[in-house]
């Protein structure tokens, strides 16, 4: 097992890290053929985020009316300009061109510390964001997740994304590893496609409501091994809850 220090040194000097909302075309993950992403209770609180018409983000349902994504999902990659929020439409639990619920967006706060395109690993740590649903979901229909502010190296975790090229079904990768911690950037095994951004890093527990630690920011590469990069949730999160409802 590699110490967290030297995985760290090995990030900073060497590693290229790719926004995953951009539309490049490469290809799918496919979903453990023994657990298929219907098997994991709560997977309908993920959805596609549909930017403006023109790209794509995961975002996951934390409350009623929020949706927790990646920051950079917010901008446009051509012009670094904000993208106006009422052009966002989230789509929870679509599957197979079907959607559990659709909402629009109506706000959207960033973490504080966040700037976009600045680069380094220090600002994946703040790249998480708020959006607020023009009508909430029904609670009924949708439960929202839950949060977990506990991620620790060694942890075992899942990943439901959605990506260009297979943007109407979602991927479950299971049994990923939490290989480092880093401030508030996490490090795992789970490889992930465009599109993935803002996806839900879970906490693996068989037979209990899985639990958000991490949003997606990135993927990367330590020599020839395929990584991910996210954002540990903390406190901030709840400001920007508060903030955005």
């Not at 950079?72 to 993208?83: I, W």
């Not at 619920?101 to 395109?117: D, E, Q």
């Not at 299971?174 to 992930?192: D, F, I, M, P, Y």
Request: aromatic share 6%.
């Amino acid at each position: 097992m590699w110490k967290v220090e030297w995985m760290t040194m090995r990030l900073r000097a060497a590693f290229a890290a790719v926004c995953l909302s951009l539309g490049m075309p490469v290809g799918a993950l496919a979903e453990d053929s023994r657990y298929g992403v219907n098997a994991m209770p709560g997977w309908e609180a993920v959805g596609r985020l549909n930017i403006a018409g023109r790209n794509m983000c995961t975002g996951s349902l934390v409350a009623h009316n929020l949706v927790l994504t990646a920051a950079h999902c917010l901008f446009d990659p051509a012009t670094g300009r904000r993208v106006d929020p009422t052009r966002i439409k989230f789509e929870a639990g679509l599957y197979g061109g079907s959607a559990k619920a659709s909402r629009t967006v109506s706000k959207a706060v960033l973490h504080p510390g966040y700037r976009f395109g600045s680069g380094g690993i220090a600002q994946i740590g703040t790249d998480i964001a708020v959006l607020r649903l023009s009508t909430p979901i029904d609670s009924r229909q949708i439960r929202p997740l839950s949060l977990s502010w506990q991620a620790s190296r060694g942890d075992i975790v899942d990943v439901v994304s959605y990506s260009h090229n297979r943007a109407t079904t979602p991927s479950l990768q299971r049994g990923c590893e939490v290989l480092a911690k880093q401030n508030q950037t996490l490090v795992t095994s789970c490889q992930v496609d465009y599109g993935a951004s803002g996806s839900p890093v879970f906490e693996a527990a068989p037979g209990h409501a899985p639990r958000l630690v991490s949003v997606i920011s990135s993927k990367a590469a330590i020599g020839a091994r395929r990584v991910s990069l996210g954002s540990v949730l903390d406190g901030t999160l709840r400001a920007l809850m508060q903030s955005a409802g």
